[in-house]
């Protein structure tokens, strides 16, 4: 949309209490500040949206603490269920930590043959089956964690994270 200016016939410029075109043309700058302004403002409270709706994007530790947080919270946990979920949660970060190297091993050998003139198709495919097992194992012991997770919960609490977990899938387009 364009700014039209009118000319008045005979005169020096628009009648006495009319809108002044010159005002509002300096003015323009300020309002391209404020919407520079208001732009960087949404843009702020979209990403305290999104940090709001999914948590802090920290490093693994900040992120077990927040769910273990969040979880005792939604699920209104007691004492003992909050200290049963922080034994649990400390012992998946061991876990983690101890595969660590299995993955970045994987990563420098994917990196290795990217720079090769050849793929060496029988060394990829070894890292990559150790990596698999290393995943299967993992499988387990996380089953074993939520089997454990899950033993400790009421069944309130039971509805209530599954009604979370439902909302959780939705929100993130995964068949349920």
């Known amino acids: 949309m364009g700014l039209v200016i009118l000319r008045f016939a005979g005169t020096n410029g628009p009648p006495a209490g009319s809108y002044d075109w010159e005002t509002a043309m300096n003015n323009k700058y ?26 802090p994007m ?8 927040w769910v273990v947080k969040k979880l005792s919270s ?5 004492a003992t269920q909050i200290q049963k979920l922080t034994a649990i949660k400390d012992e998946v970060l061991k876990h983690r930590a101890a595969t660590a190297s299995g993955r ?3 990563h420098k ?9 050849n793929v060496d198709k029988a060394a990829l495919n070894k890292i ?8 299967k194992d993992s499988r387990v012991f996380l089953i074993d964690k939520f089997a454990e ?28």
């Open 30 to 55: 300020v309002f391209g500040a404020a919407g520079v302004v208001l732009g960087a403002c949404l843009m702020v409270g979209a990403g305290a949206a999104m940090w709001r709706c999914y948590g």
């Open 58 to 65: 920290g490093s693994p530790e900040t992120r077990a603490a």
């Open 74 to 78: 939604d699920l209104d946990l007691d």
């Open 104 to 106: 970045e091993e994987m």
């Open 109 to 117: 050998a994917v990196l290795a043959q990217v720079e090769s003139a």
């Open 128 to 135: 990559f089956d150790s990596h698999m097992s290393d995943m």
């Open 149 to 176: 997770f899950h033993s400790i919960l009421r069944d309130d609490q039971k509805k209530t994270l599954k009604k979370k977990m439902e909302h959780f899938l939705m929100s993130h387009d995964a068949p349920i």
